[in-house]
Each structure stands twice: as structure tokens, then as C-alpha cells.
């Protein structure tokens, strides 16, 4: 059981800057695949970032990248997701989440929820004009 606790979200303006950190209780922590998705009010949770089992590979979704960067310290079973140059639209709730071996970054599998096994409870993300 991995257990995935999420902090960082916040009210920004847009156009500023938030770091987002995601602690998780596994002791295997860096066998896990780890994901950010997002979910905004009547909407469908939506790919944002993953990151591979050694911080090695990432992949952005297109409507964040260049904006958003993931990262991951396995000595300290965290994940993080900075984000830049925020805008309204990116305000959502935005969930950390783990996955076994069976999902790896740049192919389908990570850009599904679907594929994840543990979720955290999200942390709130409000981007004002």
C-alpha cells in the first residue's frame, strides 16, 4: 500500500509560480512510475505530468510544457511539480499519483489514469487575472 500526501496548492495570480510536492509512504518508492493529473469543476481529470521510476525520463502534457516541470528525490520518497507562468485555466485540483512497472513514460499507459494504483487526496490550484 502506498500512501501519496499532497501540498503546495495555493491562490497565485496569473503569470506566478508554485511548487507542488507530493510525499509518499512507500518504501519502494523509486519502483513506482509517478504521475500529476489535474481536475477541474465538471471536468474530467486530465494527464499533466509523468516521471520514470530514476527521474530519467519526463513528459509534460502539451498545454503545460515549458511552463511545468517535473522532478522526483527518491532519497527522500518525494515528487515534485514546479509550475510557471501560470494562467486561469490552469486552475484545477491537482492529484499525485503512483504506478507499477507495467506503466513507462512516452507511451500510453502513463497518460491514463486508469493505469495508476495509489492517488492522493489533491491539493487545490487557483490561478486569478
Known amino acids: 500500500q502506498v500512501q501519496l500526501v499532497e501540498s503546495g496548492g495555493g491562490l497565485v495570480q496569473a503569470g506566478g509560480s508554485l511548487r507542488l510536492s507530493c510525499a509518499a509512504s512507500a518504501r519502494a518508492f523509486s519502483t513506482y512510475t509517478m504521475g500529476w493529473f489535474r481536475q477541474a469543476p465538471g471536468k474530467e481529470r486530465e494527464f499533466v505530468a509523468a516521471?520514470?521510476?530514476?527521474?530519467?525520463?519526463?513528459d509534460h502534457a502539451e498545454s503545460v510544457r515549458g511552463r511545468f516541470t517535473i522532478s522526483r528525490d527518491n532519497a527522500k520518497n518525494t515528487v515534485y511539480l514546479q509550475m510557471n507562468s501560470l494562467k486561469p485555466e490552469d486552475t484545477a485540483r491537482y492529484y499525485c499519483?503512483?504506478?507499477?512497472?507495467?506503466?513507462?513514460?512516452?507511451?500510453?499507459?502513463?497518460?491514463?489514469?486508469?493505469?495508476?494504483?495509489?492517488w492522493g487526496q489533491g491539493t487545490q490550484v487557483t490561478v486569478s487575472l
Open positions: 499519483a503512483a504506478a507499477g512497472s507495467r506503466t513507462t513514460v512516452y507511451t500510453a499507459s502513463a497518460y491514463s489514469a486508469g493505469s495508476y494504483d495509489y
Open positions: 516521471i520514470s521510476r530514476t527521474g530519467s525520463s519526463k
